[in-house]
């Protein structure tokens, strides 16, 4: 189940300048810190998502996460301000704060937002599993792994990785045995 998704996805997650252009990117959100910004993997999904809608790989960019609240738990107003602060224009960022789930994210990016192709943007553990949901609700989606821009110690990297082998086996069973995908 695990590979499945991983193998399944493999030829659809290209580098920055061989993805596809699309209708949007889309960051998933991931934590922040007490003052606001983003801790340093959501800023590397943020920094990848600045340069591919520079390069026009997409007019618009889906952030996606815990909206609302205060500054310390609004991940999308983090991301967006984030973004904004380097140049790219409020009026390309689209907000989903109920993006708490990445098959939901998806799911709302084509049936809410009216989006038909998507590039995800996410850490290299995270970026399969976000494509694969994203194709399972008929979004025809790519993915481009946000490049580490840190050295991350192995406990972090190992937590990441675990949670993300069973994220994959749920998604898969989502998918195939529930069917709560379309």
């Given at each position: 189940?695990?590979?499945?998704?991983v193998?399944?996805?493999?030829?659809?997650?290209?580098?920055a300048?061989?993805?596809?252009?699309?209708?949007?990117?889309?960051?998933?959100?991931?934590?922040?810190?007490?003052d606001?910004q983003?801790f340093?993997?959501?800023?590397?999904?943020?920094?990848?998502?600045?340069?591919?809608?520079?390069?026009?790989?997409?007019?618009?960019?889906?952030?996606?996460?815990?909206?609302?609240?205060?500054?310390?738990?609004?991940?999308?107003g983090?991301?967006?301000?984030?973004?904004v602060?380097?140049?790219?224009?409020?009026?390309a960022?689209v907000d989903?704060p109920l993006?708490?789930?990445?098959?939901?994210?998806?799911?709302?990016?084509?049936e809410?937002?009216?989006?038909?192709t998507?590039?995800?943007?996410?850490n290299?553990?995270h970026?399969?599993?976000?494509?694969?949901?994203?194709?399972?609700?008929?979004?025809?989606?790519?993915?481009?792994e946000?490049?580490?821009?840190?050295?991350y110690?192995?406990?972090?990297?190992?937590?990441?990785?675990?949670?993300?082998v069973?994220?994959r086996?749920?998604?898969?069973?989502?998918?195939?045995?529930?069917?709560?995908?379309?």
């Amino acid at each position: 189940m695990h590979w499945h998704v991983v193998r399944s996805v493999g030829a659809r997650i290209c580098p920055a300048a061989a993805v596809p252009t699309a209708d949007c990117i889309v960051v998933p959100g991931a934590r922040i810190h007490a003052d606001g910004q983003p801790f340093h993997l959501l800023a590397e999904r943020l920094q990848s998502a600045r340069e591919l809608f520079f390069l026009g790989k997409a007019p618009r960019i889906v952030l996606s996460g815990r909206g609302g609240g205060g500054v310390d738990v609004d991940e999308v107003g983090s991301m967006r301000r984030w973004l904004v602060e380097r140049g790219v224009p409020a009026a390309a960022l689209v907000d989903d704060p109920l993006g708490l789930r990445t098959l939901d994210t998806m799911r709302r990016c084509r049936e809410q937002y009216g989006m038909r192709t998507a590039i995800v943007v996410s850490n290299p553990f995270h970026v399969p599993r976000a494509v694969f949901l994203g194709q399972s609700v008929g979004l025809e989606t790519f993915g481009v792994e946000a490049p580490y821009r840190r050295e991350y110690s192995q406990s972090t990297m190992l937590r990441n990785e675990g949670r993300e082998v069973v994220a994959r086996v749920w998604a898969w069973w989502e998918v195939f045995v529930i069917g709560v995908a379309r």
